[in-house]
Nanobody, 120 residues
Framework: QVQLVESGGGLVQAGGSLRLSCAAS????????MGWFRQAPGKGRESVAA????????YYADSVKGRFTISRDNAKNTVYLQMNSLKPEDTAVYLC?????????????WGQGTQVTVSS
């Protein structure tokens, strides 16, 4: 079983930046694909960014391309989401997820989420 714990959320003004972290338990983090998702009130869950086990394959939603950067540090069992030029529409609960097969699609484990609020 893998536990994922997100941190780094908060309240920021439009145009500001935040860096989210997702720390994973277990010794096989380096083999997992990792993804960041978000869910705003009244809306469905949206895939924001993902990185495969090696870090070679990376995905971004069109809505965040050029503003968000996903990265991973396997030595720290942590995946990051650097969010720049934040907009009010980025307000949501951000969750990380892990894919045991190392890819970008089929997530087996989920964190509880961290709230990001962007004020205009």
């Amino acid at each position: 079983q893998v536990q994922l714990v997100e941190s780094g959320g908060g309240l920021v003004q439009a145009g500001g930046s935040l860096r989210l972290s997702c720390a994973a338990s277990g010794r096989t983090f380096s083999s997992y694909g990792m993804g960041w998702f978000r869910q705003a009130p009244g809306k469905g869950r949206e895939s924001v960014a993902a990185i495969n086990w090696s870090g070679i394959r990376i995905y971004y939603a069109d809505s965040v391309k050029g503003r968000f950067t996903i990265s991973r540090d396997n030595a720290k069992n942590t995946v990051y989401l650097q969010m720049n030029s934040l907009k009010p529409e980025d307000t949501a609960v951000y969750l990380c997820a892990a894919d045991r097969e190392g890819g970008l699609r089929d997530y087996d484990y989920w964190g509880q989420g961290t709230q990001v609020t962007v004020s205009s």
